[in-house]
């Protein structure tokens, strides 16, 4: 079946240094990929999407890698702040009759920034 | 900004009570999602609904079900609620038919089955 993986420990790092969550998958090939922000007590809130013909996206301080081959997507925060801290969430999804925007989500991997 | 808003933060109900969650998007978005999240789980899609009236089931419908009778809500009912239902509710909407636009998600429902 379809699986998602994202590291399930926390991330600690100093602020200031960069931050890379990762995001494996197997038995699924994706079209793109999502990366979200979620705050405790808070819906899911979109960052980045990055297409499988695509192999990085930057976004300000963000950056994405998409590797089909390795079945991984990178997410880096660069210069980290205290204010990144969150929970990060990686989901995958097709194209297609059928797949109207359906997202399989990682269980997310939460980041925090120390200052 | 695309504006979702779940009718409830916090819901308790009993065992073998029937349950609504309401939801209602505000940019005429087509389709409409329904997730639960659970720790160390993730979110997993329960129903979604791509158009009025249509529906599909996601990955873990059982002991759920969906009504879309107008394009801005999608209401998900527990018919019989049970204690493994409890969980916190996710509700998110997109636009079109492309599969690869953002989801924006309400901030939740999280629902209590004592």
């Known amino acids: 079946s379809q699986k998602i993986e994202q590291n399930s420990e926390a991330l600690n790092i100093q602020e200031g240094k960069t931050a890379t969550l990762t995001c494996n998958y197997t038995n699924y090939s994706p079209a793109y990929l999502q990366w979200y922000r979620q705050d405790p007590g808070r819906g899911p809130v979109f960052l980045l999407l990055?297409?499988?013909?695509?192999k990085e996206k930057r976004k300000e301080r963000l950056k994405v890698t998409f590797d089909t081959t390795l079945k991984q997507s990178l997410f880096h925060i660069t210069a980290s702040q205290p204010a990144d801290s969150a929970t990060y969430l990686c989901a995958l999804g097709s194209t297609g009759s059928g797949n109207t925007g359906k997202l399989i989500f990682g269980q997310g991997t939460t980041l925090q920034v120390k200052p | 900004d695309v504006k979702v808003t779940q009718s409830s933060r916090y819901l308790v109900k009993r065992t073998g009570e029937k349950v609504f969650l309401e939801c209602v998007q505000d940019m005429d978005h087509e389709n409409m999602f329904w997730y639960r999240q659970d720790p160390g789980l993730g979110l997993r899609l329960i129903y979604f609904s791509y158009d009025v009236k249509m529906k599909e089931k996601g990955d873990i419908p059982e002991g759920y079900s969906v009504s879309r009778e107008k394009k801005e809500r999608f209401s998900l009912i527990l018919e019989s609620a049970s204690t493994n239902q409890t969980s916190m509710y996710l509700c998110?909407?997109?636009?079109?038919?492309?599969?690869?636009?953002?989801?924006?998600f309400g901030n939740g429902t999280r629902l209590t089955v004592t």
């Open positions: 998110a909407s997109s636009p079109g038919l492309r599969g690869n636009s953002p989801l924006h």
């Open positions: 990055i297409r499988e013909n695509e």
